[in-house]
């Protein structure tokens, strides 16, 4: 074993091996809630550019390399989402989602036929993940323009162009126990071992009211020179608890592990070169027991924040399931929450099911003007009027900076609506446009088709600076021990907000009608057939009573209650007998001593 070990440590001197890092942040939100957000980063030093031809796999997953391979795909970002994040009262997330499912893939430049790789990316994910991703066909995606940008490097045999890259949404997909199973298997140590033994499905899917689960391929720099290239996978997911709900008291949001996950924390996952705990004290008014290791502030400006740290592979030496709890000194207030710089919300408007209409509500609390980009993407059957678009400003019109508009197409491609905007300081926003039903065929319909049709979220991107209510990730290395104690010098500043999902309720047939049809026929068919059947195949004959042929019941009835009753019978027939003899003997003697008498 010690010489297996030291050729190990020598190879990998020699070569790259692949790293693996797990974290988990815990972060009070100002609502009372608690926000957990695990991170599991897997680095490979290799080129995702020649990944079709990759051969030896140590901790990066075989499927997804295979995948890389097969659909050369550059960069991909997937989210599987339960629940809406509120912008308004919880800050902005770690890593944003919408409701529902997200793809969102950009394929190298050598990829000829986009939309059939972009067909076969999402039937092969939905078969890792057991999710309906398949049903993101070519007629689902589309091509933002201003919204993504490149997340990875670029370079030679790199594209930045948006005719490679496709996005769509899926808003009625929800995560389930079978998604974060397959999900948990992608990890070094699946579930066995380190911080991914918190979760548990049941727990997780029982008390949470927020879940996200994410998933990020994309290529970054091996070396600080970027004379080499690796592929960076990064598997988060976000969990939202209320630790009021466990606790039984409004007021009080004290919290501990075991609560949350039914579980504590044990050792470190073996793969993994760090293991760490982030526990953000900046609020302050609770303590930590047991306490930090140590102590980081980090961030600029308005954005400076404290970090309690743990080290997994310290926090319990002898291996055993160690709790990690917070003891709030005061009862929490519910009183005013400081909404962040940038919120949006959207909602239908209109009535009846033959015109209607999408309103977006855009809210700048800066106190400088910022720039947004808003995606929205509507599916075909309800058609949009651009003529109707309307952009007010505090009831003021505002013209956008760039609108891209693509029309869709029935049953071929979704509309697409983008537009560039520079939002004043402290102003709101309006965006309004008209559209109208479609009548869908009766193939198209959803088993529960009155339930109504959903409309995938809004997308706003826009980059805040001096951001107090975000924890900002670096370009170059997205793991938190690097955004934290890293000290990088640029953080990616850009934020994506989504918006609420609609439901629609589009002009629905009266499927009942078909089924009382088929009913109705079916009865007077069959009441019909078997009489006329009956007269025409069978024939009149005669029987003399009690020579008639019976059927199963008469039969089974002649054996068992028919036996009965003959016996019942005989009894009785020996009963009677007896006194008709004594009767007979009685009259006898009195008859000869008439005729005695006679003579």
């Known amino acids: ?69 097969v659909y050369q795909v550059q960069e991909l970002s997937l989210s599987l989402t339960q629940g809406q994040w509120r912008y308004g009262s919880w800050g902005y997330p770690v890593e944003s989602s ?14 000829e036929d986009v ?6 990316l999402t039937n092969a994910l939905a078969g890792l993940l057991c999710a309906s991703l398949n049903k993101l066909d070519r007629t689902q995606g589309v091509q933002p323009v201003h919204s993504f940008h490149p997340a990875g490097i670029i370079g030679n045999n790199f594209t930045t162009s948006t005719s490679h890259m496709r996005y769509g949404l899926l808003p009625k997909e929800n995560v389930c126990t079978e998604n974060l199973t397959p999900w948990k298997k992608l990890l070094p140590c699946k579930a066995k071992r380190g911080l991914s033994i918190l979760l548990n499905s049941g727990v997780v899917q029982k008390h949470s009211s927020y879940q996200a689960l994410i998933l990020k391929i994309r290529p970054v720099c091996q070396s600080p020179a970027c004379d080499s290239v690796s592929t960076e996978l990064t598997q988060s997911i976000s969990l939202v608890f209320d630790p009021a709900v466990y606790n039984g008291q409004a007021d ?20 993994a070169d760090t293991s760490h705990i982030f526990v953000d004290i900046s609020s302050g008014g609770f303590q930590l027991h047991p306490v930090p290791d140590r102590e980081v502030m980090t961030g600029a400006g308005r954005n400076v924040k404290t970090y309690g740290v743990y080290d997994v592979k310290t926090f319990s030496p002898d291996g055993r399931i160690k709790n990690l709890s917070a003891r709030h000194s005061k009862p929490h207030i519910y009183g005013i929450v400081h909404s962040p ?8 408007t209109g009535a009846g099911q033959e015109h209607g209409g999408i309103r977006a509500t855009i809210k700048n609390m800066a106190r400088e003007p910022i720039t947004v980009v808003y995606l929205d993407v509507v599916p075909w059957f309800l058609r949009l009027y651009l003529h109707t678009l ?25 509309y697409h609506l983008e537009l560039v905007m520079k939002l004043p300081a402290r102003s709101t926003t309006v965006i309004s446009i008209q559209f109208e039903h479609s009548m869908l065929r009766w193939v198209e319909y959803p088993p529960d088709a009155n339930h109504g049709f959903y409309v995938g979220s809004a997308t706003i991107t826009a980059r805040i600076k001096d951001n107090p209510n975000a924890t900002l990730l670096a370009p170059e290395d997205s793991t938190l021990s690097y ?30 009608m078909p089924y009382n049809v088929i009913c109705l026929a079916c009865t007077v068919a069959a009441l019909a057939f078997g009489p006329i059947h009956n007269i025409t195949t069978k024939s009149l004959v005669l029987v003399q009573a009690g020579q008639e042929e019976k059927g199963i019941l008469g039969k089974i009835f002649d054996k068992t209650v028919g036996k009965v009753l003959e016996k019942i019978k005989a009894l009785k027939g020996k009963k009677a007998v007896p006194k008709e003899d004594t009767q007979d003997v009685d009259n006898v003697p009195t008859d000869q001593n008439e005729d005695s008498d006679v003579q």
């Open 1 to 69: 074993m010690l010489r297996i070990f030291l050729l190990l440590v020598l190879v990998c001197g020699n070569i790259s091996c692949d790293k693996f890092t797990e974290e988990l942040l815990l972060t009070p939100l100002q609502s009372g809630h608690l926000n957990t957000h695990f991170k599991f980063t897997t680095l490979y030093p290799a080129d995702i550019r020649e990944s079709s031809q990759w051969t030896h796999y140590d901790l990066f997953p075989r499927p997804l390399g295979e995948l890389l391979g």
């Open 115 to 120: 939309d059939r790789n972009w067909e076969g």
């Open 341 to 348: 710089a940038l919120t949006a919300t959207r909602y239908l």
């Open 390 to 414: 309307k952009i007010t400003v505090d009831n003021e019109p505002l013209q956008p900076i760039h609108t891209h508009y693509i029309p869709g197409v029935d049953r071929s491609r979704p």
């Open 252 to 271: 009080k949001t004290d919290w501990n592990l075991k609560h949350l996950f039914g579980i504590g924390v044990g050792t470190a996952c073996p793969m």
């Open 483 to 512: 955004a934290i104690w890293g000290n990088p010098p640029t953080v990616d500043t850009v934020i994506h907000i989504f918006t609420e999902i609609l439901l629609v309720s589009l002009p629905t047939p009266d499927f009942s």
């Open 98 to 111: 919408p409701p529902g499912a997200m793809i969102l893939a950009r394929f190298l430049p050598s990829v």
